[in-house]
């Protein structure tokens, strides 16, 4: 097994600067701006993304909503010491949610976004049920999802084991013994929490997911990267070891 210590600065930057970056390039792309618009966050987590979608794509505001409350504190900490912000910016605000749902009226907001959330979701089907919900009728949906729980990193066990699809090769009991007492990629978690949250989902999964609720994807694409595959798993589905993720712009129809 291997062991990776919490880099804060790198965490910041990957999500501040990347992630953040990434939706508004995405976006950007079909000329959707989030200026002056009113946007959520669901599944915002710390808040270091929508600190980077409240500076650098301006919109009116931006509500990030998670099971946990948000620490501004930290968040303001970290935009210092990045020398991004003196102040959060009063575009943004934060709100806790429920797991199947948001504390919105209906039509609510212009766009929404989920980075990174929908692999841990209990019930996907009834979360796109409120994102639907909270939605304007023109309005559009961004959601990223990484890794899927086939692939590669699926089991979000990078800073724990070397080598490729470890969930794959190990029982969950093994594992969950394995990381006992250990930080998951998420520093506000346990690395047993971590693993125990991940819901399975695949590519076709999800999409049934948006389909029953009315969503049409529009635009996405497929993360993926050249990787071994071991003996052991050479009988299985490409598709489900290969793709590690994917972006996808949804609209309601």
Not at 56 to 71: H, N, S, T
Not at 75 to 96: K, N, Y
Not at 158 to 175: C, F, K
Request: aromatic share 8%; charged share 25%.
């Amino acid at each position: 097994m291997s062991a990776q210590t919490h880099d804060p600065v790198r965490w910041f930057t990957e999500h501040y600067e990347q992630a953040a970056g990434r939706i508004l390039e995405f976006l950007g792309g079909d000329g959707i701006s989030l200026e002056g618009k009113q946007v959520a966050d669901v599944g915002c987590g710390d808040g270091i993304i929508d600190l980077g979608l409240a500076l650098k794509g301006r919109p009116q505001q931006l509500i990030g909503y998670d099971l946990m409350e948000v620490d501004t504190l930290a968040l303001l900490r970290g935009a210092r010491a990045a020398g991004v912000a003196d102040e959060l910016p009063a575009s943004l605000a934060f709100e806790r949610s429920g797991p199947v749902s948001i504390p919105a009226a209906d039509g609510r907001f212009d766009f929404v976004i989920s980075w990174s959330v929908f692999e841990h979701v209990d019930d996907p089907v009834a979360l796109l049920g409120e994102i639907r919900r909270v939605i304007q009728p023109d309005g559009c949906f961004f959601l990223q999802l990484w890794p899927f729980f086939n692939s590669e990193h699926g089991g979000h066990l990078w800073p724990h084991y070397d080598g490729p699809y470890p969930h794959h090769l190990r029982s969950d009991e093994q594992i969950l013994d394995d990381v006992r007492g250990r930080q998951a990629t998420d520093p506000r978690r346990s690395a047993e929490d971590e693993y125990r949250s991940l819901n399975r989902i695949t590519l076709d999964d999800l999409q049934r997911a948006l389909l029953v609720n009315r969503f049409a994807v529009v635009k996405f694409g497929l993360m993926a990267n050249a990787v071994h595959v071991p003996r052991e798993l050479r009988h299985r589905p490409l598709s489900e070891l290969g793709i590690g993720g994917v972006e996808l712009l949804a609209k309601p129809v």
